[in-house]
Structures are given as structure tokens and as C-alpha cells.
């Protein structure tokens, strides 16, 4: 949880910028920030590329309860290693940050501490990245105790690394007479000593639901029905997939990681036969590590699974692209080599059909 404490740079009046990366309890939500998205073409990429990935980190920001009002990109051969984009595109953002009165700036790839801790201090407002946009968004819909716990992890991960520097709430000195810290050690070392304790908590409920559900996994096993995990990116129309084929009921909505916890459904098949129908949580380009890590537990079923229906938004605007993500998401987790079905869903709302 966020520390009541916690700087506020600048002028930011609060919300997600100003919490990037914690859990949402304590965020501020009765406005909706202004934001100013930041992309860089490297040059293994066009400029297609990054207004695409910005305009899904658009989608971000808005489902994380945001607007985003400009954005700004900058061409470059490398980030640079102190501030991620050159010293005059950042002046460059400082005044546009001042003229549209923005509240924060969200980058498209990951900021080091360092980096984050400098553009703050440069362009005097929250300086965050699309792992923070993410990680905030996973924390809002959490729902399920495994759920909660995973998104936790991830945001704890996050958050270590970027606890130095923070102002003077987190590096004041502790001691006195009666504190529970010694003397001289810093308030800072006390937030870092409490997160790595949550940590490892975490770590050891996680391992505990991951050895119940094996348990169930081999009982499933021994029934010998056959198991298919729905995969895809995040709003391809999994869940209504499941629903459709199961009447399921899970929740299904048009946003952006609407569904985090995987359910399970048996689903008779035409010839008679019965399977194990799974829904999991959707992939995006760039899917934080954090959260990769902290949702194998969940996502072994698609690593177990016998066949994977890979669901494809033939509507979306490069759905190549969101098949690649996919299989680059599936790849790290280790299930590259199971069977794929690809089902092209949402073709009724491209005017063109599914792209080629």
C-alpha cells in the first residue's frame, strides 16, 4: 500500500501519476489527470510504429481513469542514459507540459529510476512509464485473493528499485528513543526492509495456491479430459468467447484487461466428447516483466494446456502485430510448443474484413 506520506512533485494535484506502481487504495481518482504520452523511433522501427503503440497507450491511460491531451516523439539511436530523451526535446516537453497544463508524463517504454528521478526534477511534475500505466490498471481490477496478491507482487517489484530518491519523506532519519528502527537508519531503509517482508509474504501465499491448484490440476488429469486455454490480446473477445461456448458469465466489458483471474468451464463438444475450457488473463506488447513473473502461478494453465485458441481482433489495427505479442508472451512462459487455433473474432467491425 502507498505510504499516506508519499512526495507529490511539482504542482500535481495527485492521481495514478502520483502513485505510479502501488496499489490503488489510496490513489486519487476524483479528477482525471491530464496527461502528455512520450514515444522514441528507434531505428529498428518507423514512425507507424510508435504513433500505434502510443495510440495503445492512449487506450491505457483512459482505462486507468486518465486523458491524454499530446504527445511527443523524438527519433534516436539510443535512450539517452540520464534523462531517456535529449536534453532539448525535454526543455521541448517542459514547455508543452506547462502550456496544456499537464499533470503527468507517461512514457511508452520503461524508465530506469534514475531517469524517472531526473525528468522529474526537470520537467517538475510526475514523470511514469507504461509499466506503471499497467500495473495501475491490473490493480484496479483485481478482484480474486490470488488476484490481488499477484498484482501486488508485481507492483512491490516495481516500486523497490524506485523507492531511492523519492524526497524527504523517504530519506529522512529514523531513531529515538522507543523507534523500532536503530538509530540513523533511515526512513527509507525502513519502506524498503517493509516491502521486501510484503514480498516475500506474497511470494509464499502465491506458492501455496500454486500447490493447490496443482493438486487439482492432477485430479484433472486423471479424468482424462482433454484441456484447452482461450488466449490473445487483452480485449480480443476471450471472455465472450468463453460465454458463448460455456454461458460462463464472466464479465465481459470493452476495455483494456477488463478480465485478470482465469476461469475454468467444461464445454461438451459436438461428438460427444467434453473439455476443459479456460480463460486467461490477455497479453500486450511491451507486458511488463513484473507482471509475467508474478502471473506464471496462473498462467501454467496455458502451459498445460493441450490445445491454445489463440483469439485474434481482426478489427484491431495491426493485428499481426497482436499475434506476435502473443506468441512473444508465450514463448517466456514456455508454451511456444502447444498446438495453436487461430480465430479471427470482431471481423464484423472492420468495414475491410480481417486484414490479410
Known sequence: MPEPTSPIVGDHRGGFGAFAGESSGLIDRTFRERIVLVGVTFPTEDEFDTERHLDELALLVDTAGADSIARVVQRRHAPDPATYLGSGKVEELRELCVSVDADTVVFDNELSPAQQRNLEKLLGRSAIDRTAVILDIFGQ???????KAQVELAQIRYRLPRLRGKGNQLSRQGG?????QGGGETQLEVDRRRLQRRMHKLEGDLREISRVRDTQAKARQRSRLHRVAIVGYTNAGKSTLLNHLTDAGVLVEDRLFATLDATTRRLQLPGGESVLLTDTVGFITKLPTQLVEA???????????????????????????NIEAVDRVLNEIGAADVPQMLVVNKIDIDPDGAKE
Request: hydrophobic residues 45%.
Open 295 to 321: 502471473f506464471k502461478s496462473t498462467l501454467e494453465v496455458v502451459v498445460d494446456a493441450d490445445l491454445l485458441v489463440h483469439v485474434v481482433d481482426g478489427s484491431a489495427a495491426d493485428p499481426e502485430s
Open 176 to 180: 529515538g528513543i522507543g523507534a523500532r
Open 141 to 147: 481490477n483485481a478482484h480474486s485473493l490470488e488476484g
